[in-house]
């Protein structure tokens, strides 16, 4: 019976452990490029400056 709860406990904390660390890296590590998920792709090559154009011309061209 012991065991079992020994058992419980350790997926417990294995779970709270990977979660935490799930939430750390997201919010708290910065060494990583481009956006949170760290995987360093398509996010870190986007181009603001023309995105806030294209916003603004579709803003023009369609008013309402």
């Given amino acids: 019976m012991i065991?079992?709860?020994?058992?419980?406990?350790?997926?417990?904390?294995?779970?709270?452990f990977y979660v935490g660390r799930i939430f750390w890296r997201a919010f708290f590590v910065k060494t990583a490029t481009g956006?949170?998920?760290g995987c360093?792709?398509?996010?870190s090559t986007i181009d603001v400056d023309r995105l806030q154009r294209t916003i603004e011309l579709a803003a023009t061209r369609n008013p309402g």
Avoid: E, H, R, S
């Fill in 3 to 16: 065991f079992q709860y020994a058992l419980i406990a350790l997926l417990f904390l294995g779970a709270t």
């Fill in 35 to 37: 956006c949170a998920k």
């Fill in 40 to 43: 360093g792709g398509a996010c």
